[in-house]
């Protein structure tokens, strides 16, 4: 069996980081330049991308409703959401 690569974590904790996450890479990379965030750092083209929603960006998300919800999901099947510390 071939070693298998490690993915990325790519965190997303912010409303703007949702709403610019496609989930291609190459999109992100040149969004994150252009606006030229201060902590931006690129993400590897050659590597699976493990997206991890949580926080404020996992609350807007569902605040959005069931079909951005799901077809956000359905655009990141393999993210981690974590809605912990957050009140309902």
Known sequence: MADEIE???FIIDTEEKLAIWTGDIGAWN????ARGWKYFEPLDPGTPVHP????????ALWRAGREEWNAWVERNPKADVDFGEQKF
């Not at 040149?30 to 330049?33: F, K, N, P, Y």
């Not at 991890?52 to 609350?59: D, R």
């Open 30 to 33: 040149a969004e994150g330049e």
């Open 7 to 9: 993915p990325q974590r």
């Open 52 to 59: 991890m929603l949580f926080g404020e960006a996992a609350m």
